[in-house]
């Protein structure tokens, strides 16, 4: 069954099952089987065109994804499992197909396996341009056309999920009450940290700026890191590749902005020592907030979570609270118990 995108997607439809929507998976290839066998069971079951070839093992288990071009320059005596891309975004079953049409928006894909609890092949979901007949149409044009699609399936979508307040309350709450224990929690840590406050007040008029700069650190690299969640078959490498470039880029950040405040210190006479503690703790600060903005957004995405609805409460709260900790706590450690 294939899902009619000319139509709009009610809200019945998107919360069906996606195993009504899935087609076959023909043809389907053996892992154990050599790439000349492949070739030649292709010949046999051909298809309009073939984007993907799916392989299953003698369970039915799915075990990956093979490409055309795979075959094409592979030694025809080479097994299947050999050269199969195992690490493959799936959908489940029993998902709904709003879930399943998620995942096809967010990494940008035309088709997705359909598996069972046990990752028995069930099918394909797949999308296609409509109301072009049998007209041919170039790359350019079938790139817009698939383009248009992603961007009626976000729309539908999105639209479904906020069109009821107490659904969209049900959503939002819980993530804006991440904010409420930021903000306690940091007037917590000022209470422990009263004697710092009171010794040195200057430590006070400082907070705002630390936050601030902290929350804009934190938000660029979730932002960027969203770039990388976009991509079918993000590694754990990438993400550290990138987290260590986050680093270096935050490095040289850190200290320029440490620079900046701990020379704005001495418009109040401070003493090298207390400038030099203010520039540190914004240093540190900002590296942490940097971390949390880009491991937090694949750790959402891992566990299946909206990263674009949760990951800026979650990481802003961990972001003030690591901030005023480290803030509070380095100047408590020079300057008062220090003297």
Sequence with gaps: MRIDLNQELNENVLFRRVNEFINPADPLLKA?????????????????????????????????????KDLLFSSPDMLLSDILDADVVKAKGDDTLRESLEILSFYQLYSIPVVDCENHLLGILEIVPMNRGEERVSLLEQSLLYRDIFQFIGFSIEQHRWNSHWRGYRVRMPWLVC??????????????????????????????????????????????????????????????????????????????????????????????????VIGVS?????????SFGTLFPVLLHRFRLDPKVASGPLILMFTDISATTIYLGLATYFLVQGT
């Design 282 to 290: 914004v240093f540190l600060s900002m590296l942490a907030s940097a």
């Design 179 to 276: 904010n409420l224990i930021a903000g306690l929690s940091c007037a917590g840590i000022a209470h422990v940290f009263q004697q710092s406050l009171v010794e040195f007040v200057i430590l006070a008029l400082f907070i705002p700026l630390v936050l601030t700069v902290c929350e804009s650190v934190s938000t660029q690299s979730m932002t960027l890191i969203f770039q990388m969640l976009y991509h079918p078959n993000l590694r754990r490498s990438q993400v550290i590749r990138r987290l260590v470039v986050e680093w270096k880029t935050v490095l040289l950040l850190g200290i320029t902005c440490s620079i900046g405040v701990g020379l704005a210190t001495l418009l109040w006479d401070t003493t090298w020592k207390v400038m030099a």
């Design 32 to 68: 154990s089987m050599t790439v000349d066998e492949a070739i030649r069971e292709i010949k046999i079951t051909p298809r309009e065109a073939v984007r993907y070839l799916y392989v299953v093992d003698e369970q039915n288990r799915f075990q990956g994804i093979i490409t055309s």
